[in-house]
């Protein structure tokens, strides 16, 4: 039986937060689909098998819970330092479930032993706020996409 992602009402809960397993990848894909900002142009480039290689060969995924379901999501790529992906299902933004997941990532990125961390989203956005928000350093977009990036602190 598949699930909803579609919040229920009222929208109350504790979030958790775990790594992702091979099991979250549906649940993962129909947030990353679901997104209003930052769509996919060609959704099928993004398959089950990117998952599932960010899990378990080049890099690691977490994903935020509430009321048992994933509501959001983060994957870290360690061969390039990158956050590859941090999607919150819609309803669910503004709980800090993006900023925690996003913590978790860099943490490990430097743990890993990476100085700096990169990503890249559209100019204009939701999550182009969010990032520089969060500290990280804006470096000059281009027409449709902008490069972020943090560096370990001392």
Same mark, same amino acid.
């Given at each position: 039986m598949q699930t909803s992602i579609q919040p229920r009402?009222?929208? *109350?809960?504790?979030?958790?937060?775990?790594q992702a397993v091979g099991a979250d990848i549906p649940a993962m894909s129909r947030i990353r689909l679901s997104v209003t900002e930052n769509v996919l142009s060609d959704p099928a480039r993004v398959t089950p098998q990117m998952y599932l290689d960010f899990l378990d060969k080049s890099g690691r995924g977490w994903v935020a819970e509430g009321n048992g379901e994933v509501v959001a999501?983060?994957?870290a790529d360690k061969e390039n330092a990158s956050i590859w992906a941090l999607f919150v299902c819609p309803g669910h933004e503004g709980r800090g479930l993006a *900023?925690?997941?996003l913590a978790q990532a860099v943490d490990w990125l430097f743990a890993l032993g990476h100085e700096r &961390?990169?990503?890249?989203?559209?100019?204009?956005? *939701? $999550?182009?706020?969010?990032? $520089?928000a969060q500290g990280w350093l804006r470096?000059?977009?281009? $027409?449709?996409? &902008? &490069?972020?990036?943090?560096?370990?602190?001392?």
């Amino acid at each position: 039986m598949q699930t909803s992602i579609q919040p229920r009402q009222p929208l *109350r809960y504790i979030p958790s937060f775990r790594q992702a397993v091979g099991a979250d990848i549906p649940a993962m894909s129909r947030i990353r689909l679901s997104v209003t900002e930052n769509v996919l142009s060609d959704p099928a480039r993004v398959t089950p098998q990117m998952y599932l290689d960010f899990l378990d060969k080049s890099g690691r995924g977490w994903v935020a819970e509430g009321n048992g379901e994933v509501v959001a999501f983060c994957y870290a790529d360690k061969e390039n330092a990158s956050i590859w992906a941090l999607f919150v299902c819609p309803g669910h933004e503004g709980r800090g479930l993006a *900023r925690a997941l996003l913590a978790q990532a860099v943490d490990w990125l430097f743990a890993l032993g990476h100085e700096r &961390v990169h990503l890249s989203t559209t100019p204009g956005t *939701r $999550a182009d706020r969010f990032y $520089a928000a969060q500290g990280w350093l804006r470096h000059e977009p281009g $027409a449709t996409e &902008v &490069v972020y990036s943090l560096t370990r602190q001392a």
